[in-house]
């Protein structure tokens, strides 16, 4: 546990990413396992990750994230985005990739199923894209932990405009949303960020024991 808080005390939001160095290709589908692994709500990760690495793709993306050079400057850039919308399609899908997985007869997890049904289906369609967009913060946190422990740089930004995202990246038609992005690289030693000491609440801020 000491390392991982180590790699906590050493990541930071970088400002400033080195270009010149990219993510290896084992320590690239390490991040993508961690993303995979990630906990969610039923299980169901109602998400897809755009790894964004093509610089074109980038350079039009950077204007709708307020000229932020993370975007461009960083390895790889993550979006993270959520479907807008809960059905009976993506619940059976999960209750038959469940089964498949843990060698169990179809139908075992029907019951499962109907409880899951009668909690989501029935939301608003705002609510839905609410929750489902809150389930891409639990991986986004995977890939930043996942990151720091690898000395891989994280910056997680909700400072960009989805609707242009979404234009950029075809996700309308696709029925997703931009809900967040991620640049990952390795800081720039130009980065004077890095230095600032981690200005957090003391513990008698933040928890409080019932």
């Known amino acids: 546990m000491n390392t991982f808080l180590d790699s906590q005390k050493w990541r930071y939001a970088t400002k400033k990413f080195d270009a010149r160095k990219k993510i290896s290709t084992e320590d ?44 461009t400057e960083a390895s790889h850039l993550f979006v993270f985005a959520n479907q807008t919308t809960v059905s009976n399609e993506d619940i059976e899908g999960y209750l038959k990739n469940a089964e498949g997985i843990r060698n169990l007869p ?12 009668g909690n989501l289906l ?5 609510v ?3 929750w489902t967009a809150k389930q ?27 609707v242009q995202f979404n234009a950029i990246l075809g996700l309308d038609k696709l029925n997703l949303n931009a809900a967040v992005i991620a640049a990952v690289g390795y800081r720039h030693e ?15 801020d933040i928890f409080i024991t019932l």
């Open 136 to 162: 891409t913060y639990l991986a986004l946190a995977n890939l930043m932990n996942a990151a720091a422990e690898l000395k891989i740089d994280t910056t997680p930004m909700e400072g960009f405009d989805p």
């Open 28 to 71: 690239l589908n390490t991040l993508k396992e961690a993303i995979r692994l990630s906990s969610s709500s039923y299980g169901l990760q109602l998400y897809k990750v755009f790894i964004v690495d093509n610089p074109e793709l980038r350079a039009q993306l950077q204007p709708a994230a307020w000229g932020q050079s993370q975007i």
């Open 106 to 117: 179809e139908g075992t997890l029907n019951g499962y199923g109907d409880f899951m049904k």
């Open 190 to 204: 130009e980065d004077d960020t890095q230095h600032y000491k981690k200005v957090r609440k003391s513990n008698e």
């Open 122 to 126: 029935n939301l608003a369609d705002d």
């Open 128 to 130: 839905k894209k609410v």
